[in-house]
C-alpha cells in the first residue's frame, strides 16, 4: 500500500507547463529518489505536495495515506505539514531564521508535540544528525558553516517525527565525509522510525547510497529508471611554474566575535591557475573567503597583484573589490529577492562603473546571461522564478560582468546537476582561459578538484594540512588528506 501516490500531476506558471502528467508512488518506509537536471521540475514536484507553490496552476490528484491533498482546507493542511510531512530545504541559510540562535528554532519544532520541551531537549537531536560537543546550539545561522546549517535543518525536521520526509538536496552543502555520514544517518532514521524518503537530488551516485527505487525528471516528464554508475575522470592540470602569483598569504589568521576560524594559514596562487580549497564542514573554508574580502576580522600578510594590501583601509579596498568576486554556496540568500535579474546584474555596474549609461548596463546584463547559458528573457524575472541551477548561474554571471581578476568560487556547482555543473565548468575554463582569470575553488568534490585545480591547499579545524600541486597531494601519506581522498564520491 502507498502512503504517498502522485497520480497525473501537472504544474503551469504563467501558461508555462513545467510538470506534464506524472505519476509515481511512495510506499511505507521506502526510500525514493527523484533524480534530474536543474529546471526539470523537480522541486516544484515537491514542494507541490506540501502545497507550497504560489501562482501555480495545479491540476491532477496527490494522496497522502488514502487522504486527497488537494482536497483539505487550508488549516488541515497546515495541521500535515511537518507533523506527518516534513521538507529539508536545498538552501538551509534561506529557511533559517537570521534573528534566532539555531536552538530555538529547533525547539520551536519540538513545541509542536511537547510544549513544555526545554533547550536540553534539543540536545540529543543535535547530537543524531553529527553536531559534536563543540557544536553551540545557541549560534546564529551565519556563524555556522553550510554544512553545520544543513543538519541544523534535519535535526529540525525530524524534531516532529513526520511518516514522509521530502529531502530536497540535502547533502548539496556538505563535504564528502559529513554527506556519506548524513546519508547513513537518514537510512538508520528511516529504519528506527519507519520513514518513508523522498529523495531529490541531481547526484546519481548519492541517490544509489539511499534509495530503492529511482524516478528520472526531464523537462517535467518523469520515469522509473534502473541506474548505471558514473565514470570518474582521473586527469588533473599541470602547474605553470612561470606565472606569477596573483594572491600570496602569509601566517593568515581569521575571527569571528566568538571564536577564530583560521590559524596561520599560508598560500600562494599563480595568476591564470586554479587553487582548489578542500576539507570538512567547518573547517574553515568558507571563513577564509570571508576574511579575503574584509567581510569578517583578519591578521596575517596578504600580497595581491604585487601590492601588499594587508593594511589597507575600508575605502583603499573598495576599488579591488570589483577585482576580488565571490559566488556564494548559497544562491538563494545572496540574491535580493525584490531585485529582478537585470537589477541584480547591473547593480555592481552601477556602483563600480558609475560613467555607464542605461543602455549600456542593459547591454552588458543581455552578454553576462549568454555568457552562463541563459535566456535574456530572464532580464525580468525574480529569483523565486527559478530553478537553484539557474540561480547560480545569475549569481556567476553577476560577479563575471565586473571582469575580477580574482574569482573566488565557493561551492560554485554544489546545488547543479552533473550535466549542468559541466556546462558551468566548461564555461568557467573558456573564460579562464580568454581572461588570464585566477580561481579560488572552495569545494568538497575531490572529483571536481581533480579536473579543475592545479594546486590544492587542505584544511582541518582551521589549520592548513597541506598546501601543493596537485599531483604532489594525491601522494601525500597524512592519513586525513588520504581519509578524504578515499571517501570522495
Known sequence: MSLLSVQNLSISFKNKSVVHDISFHIKKNESVALLGQSGSGKTVTGLSILRLLENAKITGKIFFDDIDLFSLSEKEMCFLRGRKIALIFQEPLSALNPLHPVYKQVLESLRIF???????DTLPLFKEVGLDKNFNPKA???????????????????????????????????????????????????????????????????????????????????KQISLLPSLETQAYKTENKAAPSLLSVENFNAFYPSFQALKNVSFSVKKGETLGVIGESGSGKTSLAFALLRLIDFSGQVVFDGKDISSYSKKEFYPLRKDIQLVFQDPSSSLNPRFSVEEILTEGLRVHFPSLSKKERHKKAIQSLLDVDLSPNLLSASPHELSGGQRQRISLARSLILEPKLLILDEPTSALDEKTQDQILSLLRKVQKEKNLTYLLITHNISLVKKEASSLLILKEGKKIAFDSLPNILKNKNPFVQMLLTNAS
Open 114 to 120: 511537547n510544549p513544555k520541551a526545554k533547550f536540553k
Open 140 to 222: 546564529y545561522p551565519h556563524e555556522l558553516s553550510g554544512g553545520q546549517r544543513q543538519r541544523v535543518m534535519i535535526a529540525m525536521t525530524l524534531s516532529t517525527n513526520p511518516e514522509l520526509l521530502i529531502a530536497d538536496e540535502p547533502t548539496t552543502a556538505l563535504d564528502v565525509m559529513t554527506e556519506n555520514k548524513i546519508l547513513l544517518l537518514l537510512k538508520d532514521i528511516q529504519k528506527k522510525r519507519n520513514l518513508a524518503l523522498l529523495f531529490i537530488t541531481h547526484n546519481q551516485k548519492a541517490a544509489q547510497k539511499i534509495a530503492s527505487r529511482f524516478y528520472e525528471m526531464k523537462e517535467g516528464n518523469i
